[in-house]
Every structure is written in C-alpha cells, then in structure tokens.
C-alpha cells in the first residue's frame, strides 16, 4: 500500500521508503483521463452525464436482475478498491443512492434506462466535440470505468478529503 507524501511524492507504507516525486497510481490515472477533459463546458457535461451513464448500466442490470445490479456495483467497488480505499467508499454510497430510483420504476426500468444511457452519450459526445478530443474510452476500457471514480476524485478535492 502507498501514501502519498507532502512534496508529491509516495511512501510504501510496508517498507517505510519514500520515492519522492513518485505518482501514486490513482493520480496517474485520474491524470490522463483529465488530459482529454479540460475544456469547462466539457467537464460540466461529464458531470452530469458520466453519473447518468453509470446509473443507466446499473438500471439495464436490474432490468434483468436486482442481484446483477448488485454484483456490477460490486466489481465497480471492488475495481475502485484497488486505486483508493475512500474513492470506493464513494463509488458504492453513491450507487446505493442510485438503486432507490430503481425501486420505483417497475416494468418501465429497461425503457428508461435505454434512454438515458443513449441521451447521455449524446451529451458526451458533445462535450468530446467541444473538447476537439476523442472520448478515452476508445483509448482503453479502463478508461470508461475510471470516469465516475475522476469525477469522485474532484469531489474529494475541492472538499479536501484525502483520496
């Protein structure tokens, strides 16, 4: 397990040495996923759309099942695990927050679901074509999951928890 230090740098927590200048690895990613989300109105849209996404995913799942909702936010927590203890307790208190909606949606979850995740792709892409870059989700996969956790990580930032 690493920490990060004061001047930037990482300690391993496990032999006690500093590597100063050092990018823990959640920094690093959340790093090169900003690098295509800089432009203002592009980071407002993925704001609001990235959290539409990810909710969209989780109601197509408990479209098919509740427990395949459960088990993807899960991995999602399981994955965010293993960049930052505090940013998957994020991700999972904002995915309980996201299930009550499900709750109360019925037989129309599937058709809604479909519908936001397609209306919020299209503000994504927007916000990409303001942006003169290509989503980094056609860089890599990774890059689609670490979306609401960069988004998470700003949150934490501009509140000052540590992450």
């Known amino acids: 397990m690493v920490r990060a230090t004061s001047d930037g740098g990482v300690t391993d927590e496990a032999s006690g040495n500093a590597t100063p200048g050092a990018q823990r690895r959640v920094d690093a990613l959340f790093d090169r996923y900003g690098e295509s989300h800089r432009h203002p109105t592009n980071r407002a849209i993925h704001g609001i759309c990235v959290p539409l996404v990810a909710w969209s995913l989780l109601a197509l799942a408990w479209s098919w099942s509740p427990a ?3 088990v993807l936010i899960g991995v999602a927590v399981a994955c965010c695990l293993a960049l930052s203890f505090p ?7 904002v995915a309980a927050v996201m299930v009550y909606p499900l709750t109360l949606l019925g037989t129309s979850t599937l058709r809604v679901a479909i519908a936001v995740f397609v209306a919020a792709w299209i503000g994504l892409i927007v916000g990409h074509r303001i942006e003169g870059r290509k989503p980094s989700f056609l860089e890599a996969v990774r890059c689609l999951l670490v ?5 998470l990580g700003r949150i934490y930032r501009r509140v000052g928890i540590a992450y």
């Open 87 to 93: 940013i998957a307790m994020g991700v999972l208190a």
């Open 147 to 151: 979306g609401p956790a960069w988004l």
């Open 68 to 70: 395949a909702a459960y």
